[in-house]
């Protein structure tokens, strides 16, 4: 009973559709020269109209104008929506004006100011390039708003993911945030469209010769007002529901649910590229640990860091020391600084004091005036030079990607590494953490424990130097646990330098060569696994041992 009322449901709307098709073709079939008795003089009249070159050549101007002026006033909306979520506020200002003029004075005002005024300016334009402007202008303030909504839709956290692996703000803008924003962008860009092809019918009173003023001609002739106006309208509607047909083509294909062929991507293929073997991805991670300072030399290194939101403090004066293999857990209650002692290794954020180094390099730093250091120009490059991969809390994975896309999309787009190198890599990857069958599965469809395992994948295939872990196993259930740390021991047996934040005592006493204890933003304690988790000397560490064995007890 469920699946018919189900499946009833379903029907009417597709039921529409086909109704729709079919009425369109009917009407299609008349206007071509089908005549029948049963056909009224009047609709015989009417659909003679629809096919009158007169008025096709009016409805083809219409799209003309309409077509140019979206596709400008796209262009320029994504540049306002762009120039509105600037961190610059004097450039936010400028767009917030210029959206806030155009939508609160009417269009007809607009196309008349422009047609009159440029002349008076020396700017002579016909009328048909005056409406093509002046539309354009008009809709590139209601783009923009439509535009920055839909960016505004994607979670800022892939924002973050593509700027750990070394994506610059455009790269990003392209590959991960208007692909994803697209699904929300759709809609409203259709219905702008739509509005455009019907408003076009304004472009009149600047003596454009497009649909509407031609019915009008049509009329003062032979005042039949509702025949050419009836047929006008048949036209506008075909045309706007070839508008709607696109859209909702484009909707099923930027769908999180829809079903389609990993992307072939492609770049600049590599010399010499050879067959990747299954075990390929352990064989780039020893190259990568081999590169560099001599083992147990310091490999990362931080002195006097600081790091405050506003008024309060993050970081005070921290100072901590990664030897090169080492796998380094922190430890700590939430809001000691452990996750942006991480991001700031990364230079996700800004240091406000202090200095990190990687390997004896700034991340994204240079020295200026004085010995302080300051933020050089292209960042992105600076990450992407450092190798470091980073595994977030909550995955991060670029949800309009398949698992395996999301592995090899920075090693192609910002490392320019052949694409069929890396897709064997990527599988080689995939299958290390257990995933092979789920190369072509879209984030959605996995579960947190496969999810994070992608994550982890992802990061290991730019080759890094160094991993940071951001509470890997935080958002998991305690079941999928076991299978995301059993990939974080292989990485440790393998020698890869780590930083860890986690609570998870027992992979702690296991697998970190350290454990270091923060509270407060400092670090309180620190030491091998068995001195500070089974003798803590501070009395802040050991309570919040007491407390974290309570919890794992208790679950």
């Not at 002026?69 to 540049?79: H, K, N, R, T, Y």
């Not at 991960?176 to 924003?181: G, K, M, V, Y």
Request: aromatic share 8%.
């Amino acid at each position: 009973m469920t699946e018919m009322v189900a499946t009833a449901r379903t029907r009417p709307s597709r039921n529409v559709i086909w109704a729709g098709a079919a009425a369109l073709v009917l009407v299609i079939a008349v206007a071509l020269g089908w005549r029948s008795s049963l056909v009224p003089e009047p609709v015989m009249e009417m659909l003679s109209y629809v096919t009158s070159s007169f008025l096709l050549d009016g409805a083809l101007t219409a799209i003309e104008i309409a077509a140019l002026a979206m596709l400008g006033g796209i262009v320029l909306g994504l540049l306002l929506a762009l120039m509105r979520l600037s961190t610059l506020a004097p450039v936010r200002g400028a767009a917030w004006c210029y959206i806030w003029f155009i939508r609160g004075t009417p269009i007809i005002l607009q196309l008349v100011f422009l047609y009159d005024a440029l002349p008076v300016v020396g700017i002579r334009l016909d009328s048909f390039t005056t409406a093509v402007v002046g539309f354009m202008l008009n809709e590139a303030a209601f783009c923009a708003e439509i535009i920055r909504g839909g960016i505004l839709s994607v979670d800022r956290k892939q924002n973050l993911a593509a700027a750990s692996f070394g994506m610059g703000p455009f790269l990003t803008l392209r590959r991960i945030i208007l692909p994803q924003a697209m699904r929300a962008i759709l809609p409203g860009m259709a219905n702008q469209t739509i509005s455009m092809i019907k408003g076009t019918s304004i472009a009149s009173v600047i003596f454009v010769n497009e649909l509407t003023f031609r019915s009008q001609q049509i009329v003062g002739q032979n005042f039949k007002f509702f025949t050419v106006f009836a047929a006008a309208g048949i036209i506008y509607l075909i045309m706007t529901s070839a508008v709607a047909a696109a859209q909702y083509f484009l909707e099923k294909n930027y769908s999180a649910d829809a079903e389609r062929k990993p992307k072939i991507i492609v770049a600049p293929p590599t010399r010499g590229a050879a067959p990747v073997s299954p075990t390929a991805w352990m064989d780039t991670l020893n190259a990568s640990q081999a590169v560099g300072a001599a083992a147990d030399a310091p490999f990362v290194v931080c002195r006097n860091v600081q790091k405050s939101y506003g008024s309060r403090e993050i970081l005070g004066g921290l100072d901590l020391t990664v030897k090169r293999g080492e796998v380094v857990v922190l430890m700590g209650p939430s809001g000691s600084g452990k996750s942006t002692l991480l991001r700031l290794v990364n230079h996700l954020e800004a240091l406000d004091w202090g200095e990190i180094t990687v390997d004896g390099n700034y991340v994204g730093y240079a020295k200026g005036v004085g010995d302080r250091l300051v933020p050089t120009r292209n960042l992105a490059k600076a990450r992407a030079d450092a190798r470091i991969g980073m595994v977030f809390q909550h995955f991060n994975l670029f949800d309009h990607l398949t698992a395996l896309e999301n592995i090899i999309e920075a090693p192609i787009r910002v490392y320019g590494e052949d694409p069929d190198k890396m897709r064997a890599l990527g599988m080689s990857l995939l299958n290390a953490v257990g995933l092979s069958t789920h190369a072509d599965h879209f984030p959605h469809r996995l579960s947190g424990g496969q999810q994070q395992r992608v994550a982890i994948a992802r990061a290991l295939a730019i080759s890094p130097r160094l991993m940071l872990f951001d509470e890997p196993t935080s958002a998991l259930d305690p079941e999928l646990v076991g299978e995301v740390l059993a990939v974080i021991r292989r990485l440790a047996e393998a020698g890869m330098t780590m930083i860890v934040v986690t609570h998870e005592v027992r992979f702690a006493r296991d697998v970190a060569d350290r454990v270091v204890f923060m509270d407060e933003g400092r670090v309180i304690e620190q030491g091998p696994p068995e001195e500070i988790l089974d003798h803590p000397k501070n009395e802040r560490t050991q309570r919040f041992l007491r407390m974290v064995e309570q919890t794992e007890t208790e679950t």
